[in-house]
């Protein structure tokens, strides 16, 4: 056989040698493709997950301290509102009873019980046209004068304005602490100055307040009035009290178009960038903000962007294996998602019911009265509001034990639940036998007529106690 005739019979035994040859450099250029597709998807992958973690962190910054924002409005607004309503009726006493010793007297007992109540009150004062105290919360009689205050001298100068002003903060020269002074212009019969009524509220219980909002060392809650000047700030900062914010780009960018919302700016009073998210209150047109840094906004995802950018050039690296391990990274990371959002519905929930009627709590009810109560002097709508109390629930217990003294709570309040009808109405544990509904858009005939179902529901329930009597 010659070399022609060995060639010939190789070919023949080998048929496929010559496609092995062809096959093996398209096999190879499919590998490279298929690595260099894969090693590009991994990179636009790892890419585009960083940057949703950028975006996520601002995202949810942006609602959680808007949420907080509206709060913390509603908050201060409610804290006014009192002393205005407190105001309102000192008013009337002292236009009913005069400035007598007796009078005095007893607005002096009346202003050291609610000083005492309301923790946010630093002084409560009733000064003179010429701006002597005639009165204040204070045991012992004080004798300055307070003529040269901003707040006194705006009331003397304005006779058109009735309602509340909220001041500068100042150093209370009873106590030696910054307060914010809530004023009010008292007038004689004739329509005279004839003095000022005056509740400090204390810089520090704000500060304190607001301090527990503050997610980090790099957030910060301002209140100011709506000048820009800063009335408090968490954390507190004792050269900011007083400072203004009227040159900051939320004041002269934002504030003339929009009431609330959410920017990034540079702090006025630290010149760093932070993530603002404000919102001009309601009632008394006060400012509210809240900021985070860029840097401590993005702390957590600096690390979580280390992380993965180490896991994307190991997975250039090995690709198939940490093609696995980032799958279980993801999954479990939509895992923790999962579970945290389950454990924040279920504290939301316990933060707002009570655990032993499933009815709402006394601090829903905190929450939500005030907000109701706005809602109806705004709409000019009526508002009903029943107050309940067990009778003999006392000596109930006593006779037949606190398990069946819950066992009756939790059957009065599944009465009082299931008699309620319209979404809106809120049935609330208000404390121990003490039960509340809240009626928004009720009158008082619908309120009356609420109550007298309420009353017939607990009835039906036939609850009997031996020996009933009356507990006081």
Same mark, same amino acid.
């Given at each position: 056989?010659?070399?022609?005739?060995?060639?010939?019979?190789?070919?023949?035994?080998?048929?496929?040698?010559?496609?092995?040859?062809?096959?093996?450099?398209?096999?190879?250029?499919?590998?490279?493709?298929?690595?260099?597709?894969?090693?590009? /998807?991994?990179?636009?992958?790892?890419?585009?997950?960083?940057?949703?973690?950028?975006?996520?962190?601002?995202?949810?910054?942006?609602?959680?301290?808007?949420?907080?924002?509206?709060?913390? /409005?509603? %908050?201060?607004?409610?804290?006014?509102?009192?002393?205005?309503?407190?105001?309102?009726?000192?008013?009337?006493?002292?236009?009913?009873?005069?400035?007598?010793?007796?009078?005095?007297?007893?607005?002096?007992?009346?202003?050291?019980?609610? #000083?005492?109540?309301?923790?946010?009150?630093?002084?409560?004062?009733?000064?003179? /046209?010429?701006?002597?105290?005639?009165?204040?919360? $204070?045991?012992?009689?004080?004798?300055?004068?307070?003529?040269?205050?901003?707040?006194?001298?705006?009331?003397?100068? %304005?006779?058109?304005?009735?309602?509340?002003?909220?001041?500068?903060?100042?150093?209370?020269?009873?106590?030696?602490?910054?307060?914010?002074?809530?004023?009010?212009?008292?007038?004689?019969?004739?329509?005279?100055?004839?003095?000022?009524?005056?509740?400090?509220?204390?810089?520090?219980?704000?500060?304190?307040?607001?301090?527990?909002?503050?997610?980090?060392?790099?957030?910060?809650?301002?209140?100011?009035?709506?000048?820009?000047?800063?009335?408090?700030?968490?954390?507190?900062?004792?050269?900011?009290?007083?400072?203004?914010?009227?040159?900051?780009?939320?004041?002269?960018?934002?504030?003339?178009?929009?009431?609330?919302?959410?920017?990034?700016?540079?702090?006025?009073?630290?010149?760093?960038?932070?993530?603002?998210?404000? $919102?001009?209150?309601?009632?008394?047109?006060?400012?509210?903000?809240?900021?985070?840094?860029?840097?401590?906004?993005?702390?957590?995802?600096?690390?979580?962007?280390?992380?993965?950018?180490?896991?994307?050039?190991?997975?250039?690296?090995?690709?198939?294996?940490?093609?696995?391990?980032?799958?279980?990274?993801?999954?479990?990371? /939509?895992?923790?998602?999962?579970?945290?959002?389950?454990?924040? #519905?279920?504290?939301?929930?316990?933060?707002?019911?009570?655990?032993?009627?499933?009815? $709402?709590?006394?601090?829903?009810?905190?929450?939500?009265?005030?907000?109701?109560?706005?809602?109806?002097?705004?709409?000019?709508?009526?508002?009903?509001?029943?107050?309940?109390?067990?009778?003999?629930?006392?000596?109930?217990?006593?006779?037949?034990?606190?398990?069946?003294?819950?066992?009756?709570?939790?059957?009065?309040?599944?009465?009082?639940?299931?008699?309620?009808?319209?979404?809106?109405?809120?049935?609330?544990?208000?404390?121990?036998?003490?039960?509340?509904?809240?009626?928004?858009?009720?009158?008082?005939?619908?309120?009356?007529?609420?109550?007298?179902?309420?009353?017939?529901?607990?009835?039906?329930?036939?609850?009997?106690?031996?020996?009933?009597?009356?507990?006081?």
């Amino acid at each position: 056989m010659n070399y022609n005739d060995d060639l010939n019979h190789f070919s023949d035994e080998n048929p496929s040698s010559d496609g092995h040859l062809f096959l093996k450099p398209r096999v190879n250029r499919f590998a490279i493709t298929f690595v260099i597709v894969a090693m590009l /998807s991994v990179l636009s992958l790892g890419i585009a997950y960083l940057y949703g973690g950028y975006t996520n962190k601002f995202e949810e910054a942006t609602k959680d301290n808007e949420h907080t924002a509206v709060a913390l /409005s509603e %908050h201060i607004d409610s804290t006014v509102f009192q002393v205005e309503n407190l105001s309102g009726d000192i008013l009337e006493r002292l236009a009913y009873d005069g400035d007598s010793p007796p009078a005095l007297a007893r607005l002096n007992k009346q202003f050291r019980k609610i #000083a005492q109540d309301l923790p946010a009150i630093a002084g409560i004062f009733v000064f003179d /046209s010429s701006g002597n105290v005639l009165v204040s919360d $204070k045991v012992s009689p004080l004798s300055f004068n307070n003529s040269d205050r901003a707040y006194f001298r705006y009331h003397k100068a %304005h006779p058109d304005d009735q309602g509340v002003h909220i001041g500068s903060a100042v150093e209370s020269r009873t106590t030696g602490d910054l307060v914010i002074p809530i004023s009010r212009r008292i007038e004689d019969s004739n329509g005279n100055f004839s003095g000022v009524f005056l509740a400090t509220l204390k810089v520090d219980y704000l500060n304190n307040f607001y301090a527990q909002f503050l997610d980090s060392e790099s957030s910060v809650v301002v209140l100011t009035l709506n000048d820009g000047e800063v009335l408090a700030r968490a954390p507190y900062l004792a050269t900011s009290v007083g400072k203004t914010l009227a040159q900051g780009q939320i004041f002269r960018e934002y504030l003339p178009h929009r009431t609330s919302g959410t920017v990034m700016v540079t702090s006025v009073l630290e010149g760093i960038d932070k993530l603002f998210s404000y $919102k001009v209150t309601n009632r008394y047109k006060l400012f509210i903000g809240i900021g985070i840094t860029k840097t401590g906004l993005l702390a957590a995802w600096y690390g979580e962007a280390l992380l993965a950018s180490s896991a994307i050039a190991l997975l250039l690296i090995i690709l198939l294996l940490l093609g696995k391990v980032l799958v279980n990274y993801i999954s479990l990371s /939509s895992t923790y998602e999962e579970e945290l959002e389950k454990a924040f #519905a279920i504290a939301h929930t316990l933060s707002t019911e009570d655990a032993l009627t499933g009815l $709402k709590n006394r601090r829903y009810l905190n929450t939500s009265l005030p907000t109701e109560i706005g809602r109806a002097k705004r709409n000019n709508s009526p508002l009903g509001f029943i107050m309940m109390d067990i009778d003999y629930f006392k000596s109930y217990n006593d006779s037949y034990g606190h398990l069946l003294g819950d066992e009756c709570l939790r059957a009065v309040s599944s009465a009082i639940y299931a008699t309620i009808r319209r979404p809106g109405d809120c049935a609330v544990r208000y404390g121990g036998e003490e039960l509340a509904v809240l009626l928004p858009d009720t009158d008082e005939a619908g309120t009356r007529k609420l109550a007298t179902d309420l009353c017939f529901a607990v009835s039906q329930l036939g609850i009997l106690i031996k020996a009933a009597r009356w507990d006081g």
